[in-house]
């Protein structure tokens, strides 16, 4: 019998959250154990945002619908729809949906997301 060389994914993992965005993990640490990549899809609602961080993985972020609102070393960066950007490990930013509408997108994240290695100004 022949090796499968491929995973479809039907059910991703979603991951609790208290804050309205929706998470879908296709692949990662808390779908498949993929400590290598983690593939995401999520909504995050209007007034949205989340603290100041400094993640330990480069993220790519390809938005699908609606803008995002980056601040990157005290620049801000929105997206829109169709547009993609790609910030580098150890960089201090903050994300964030100050717009009427819902924003979704994909995010990547080299290696995996984990949720201890963020290093969020919060905690």
Known sequence: MKEKKYVI??????VPTDDG??????????????ANISIA?????????EPFQTPEFDE?????KGKKQFIIND????LEAG???K???NTRLQYSNPFTEPCEYIA??????????VNREDL
């Open 41 to 49: 899809h999520m909504v995050a609602p209007p007034g949205w945002s």
């Open 75 to 78: 620049e801000t960066i929105i």
């Open 21 to 34: 965005k929706v998470i879908k993990e296709h692949f990662g640490l808390a779908s498949d154990g993929n």
């Open 83 to 85: 547009q993609s950007i």
């Open 108 to 117: 990547i994240c080299l290696p995996a997301f984990c949720i201890n290695s």
């Open 9 to 14: 994914q039907k059910s991703p993992f979603i």
């Open 60 to 64: 790519y972020t390809f938005i699908i």
């Open 87 to 89: 910030v580098e490990k």
